[in-house]
């Protein structure tokens, strides 16, 4: 009989480690260690090199839609008069935090809320909102917009270029606010040795993340595409801790296994190869897999699963302040063409899918002008899909359905043409 340990498979670690963020994140209030309630792209190195448990409202609305749990608290955000116009993650928050239901995995209480306006501005009103809930602080990391185009790599497909010099000393003076913020609310000096390993440790890992998400573009792709939205969560809560690294790497080498050994994850054959713009349906993502299934398209590149791509210099606070404030929603039009272009072209996509996402406004308004650029640039067939996050009351799976044969019928219709 053998003696070797079998070795566990990235789907088997990661369902492993989400049900360890839970558990740690729920032990912390008993553990009387202070508790934030964070926006997803916020620098995370502070809070982890000072042992603060950070829960991730938007990672958490997103689970709860994934299970179609987004109604009653969508329905409770309007009685509590919140508009359907605002981001269905808000709502869903905002309710929750109210309601107290037993919601599995929960969100123990904050001790403090801490949000950055890199993504969307929408965060500010809602982790306003939030503190004045819990009665609790709240700090914001303000960054200003990038009006100014800097530019994108084409092979990492990340913007390029630092920010003028006045807007990285803003955030910096900022991060030094929220050290002495912290070390209030903790009782204890900043543990800046902690927090040097803390930024070594992120980048391992947005390198690792970049590296397993990479390979869905390799042709054909041995990543099944939606896969990269199940993926993301410990890119959003744990991106500052060892395993996470030790997880994209054990995906890259399944990946790289996979090349060599002509298999996919994706269990069709791969007619179609396309970009998915936007964020996941989450109360619908089974529906748009098989609808995509079905015809044999997979998802070979996204725009959403590269904001985490968080590369900088460890110990470099300009580079660092630099890498949180260019996250693409805080870019110009110009450079959004430029990077879904780029990806576009080295995934070698035959079309793209735009969701058109009633949650997400500055993605929403921005869009029709950047299809219309996009495509002037690539020529390569796209559809549109009206749909949103989590609210499933703004989704129709009929729609859906016909949009994904349109493009199908493009592209078709393109490579007979070509023949």
């Not at 965060?123 to 909102?129: A, C, F, N, R």
């Not at 054990?250 to 296994?257: D, G, K, R, S, T």
């Not at 430029?338 to 995934?347: E, F, L």
């Amino acid at each position: 009989m053998s003696s070797e340990v079998p070795k566990i498979s990235s789907k088997d670690l990661l369902a492993k480690m989400q049900m360890q963020y839970y558990v740690e994140l729920n032990k912390a209030k008993y553990d009387k260690k202070i508790i934030a309630w964070a926006s997803s792209i916020v620098p995370q190195e502070f809070m982890e090199a000072m042992d603060i448990a950070v829960a991730y409202p938007e990672n958490h609305a997103a689970a709860i839609s994934a299970r179609k749990g987004s109604l009653r608290y969508i329905d409770y955000a309007d009685k509590m008069g919140y508009s359907p116009d605002i981001c269905s993650y808000a709502r869903i928050n905002l309710a929750y935090a109210e309601m107290e239901t037993d919601e599995i995995p929960g969100l123990p209480k904050p001790n403090f809320v801490v949000c950055t306006n890199n993504i969307c501005n929408v965060l500010v009103k809602w982790y306003e909102s939030l503190a004045h809930q819990f009665k609790v602080p709240f700090f914001l990391i303000d960054v200003p917009f990038n009006y100014e185009s800097t530019g994108v790599d084409e092979e990492t497909i990340r913007f390029t270029g630092l920010l003028p010099r006045e807007r990285l000393d803003y955030i910096k003076e900022q991060f030094k606010e929220f050290t002495a913020f912290l070390e209030k609310i903790c009782g204890k000096k900043f543990n800046e040795e902690k927090f040097k390993k803390v930024m070594e440790i992120s980048n391992r890992v947005a390198k690792a993340w970049s590296r397993a998400m990479d390979y869905a573009a390799a042709v054909p792709s041995p990543m099944d595409g939606f896969q990269m939205f199940n993926y993301m969560m410990m890119m959003v809560c744990m991106r500052g801790r060892e395993e996470t690294a030790q997880l994209y790497d054990l995906i890259a080498e399944e990946m790289e296994q996979n090349i060599k050994d002509g298999k996919s994850h994706f269990p069709m054959m791969q007619q179609y190869r396309v970009m998915w713009d936007g964020i996941a349906c989450w109360p619908y993502l089974k529906h748009n897999y098989t609808t995509m299934l079905s015809e044999g398209m997979v998802i070979v590149g996204s725009t959403y699963p590269k904001a985490w791509e968080l590369v900088y210099e460890p110990g470099n606070m300009d580079q660092m302040a630099n890498i949180y404030a260019g996250i693409g929603n805080n870019r110009t039009m110009e450079d959004q063409v430029v990077a879904r272009s780029a990806i576009q072209r080295h995934c070698k996509c035959d079309g793209v899918v735009y969701h058109m996402n009633r949650s997400c406004k500055i993605m929403d308004m921005m869009q029709p002008e950047m299809r219309r650029q996009i495509v002037e640039e690539t020529n390569i067939p796209f559809v549109s899909f009206d749909g949103d996050q989590s609210d499933p009351k703004n989704f129709s799976e009929a729609q859906f359905e016909t949009r994904i044969q349109a493009l199908v019928e493009n592209i078709d219709a393109r490579r007979e043409e070509a023949e």
